[in-house]
């Protein structure tokens, strides 16, 4: 066990050190202060937490499936190279289409309250996912791709609606070829 928490800090440090080394080439990011997550305050807290990390959430599955039974099928899922790695992809037609978490990303629907402890660090936290998400989508449409964001909450009350964004992305790509 203590052998793994080596490998751990091993590793970050090393990373800590190719950033200093590549800080001179063109793709210089800003310097960010990690911010440390507090422990949870609760197992729903816990569960929330965990639930960042989790692909092929449920609003993710009820999407792909619609998808599936409406015929619009042929694309495929977490596919790495494209900013954002997002959730679904077609990649002939370049729709990239994210299933974005309410909480996670400020549904502006939804207005989720920040949890009452430890409330600066979700402050930031979900300041920082907003401004990613924002420059996510930006560079995905400066490399011709058309995305499509959906709230789980949308997902859930008008799955319709969403079906039909994406056909009519999908056929939009096809017109311009
Ligand atoms: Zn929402």
Redesign the pocket.
Known sequence: MLGGQDDYYGSSFDQRIHRTHSSSASFARPTVKRLIPPAASSPSVAAAMRGNRAKDTGPELTLRSALWRAGLKGFRKHVGGLPGRPDIIYGKRQTAIFVHG?FWHS?P??KIRNPRTNSSYWREKLRRNKIRDRIILREIRRLGWRPLRF????IRASLNVCLAKVRRSLSLSMRSG
Not at 151 to 154: L, M, P, R
């Open positions: 309410c549904c629907r939804c709230w789980e909450c949308e």
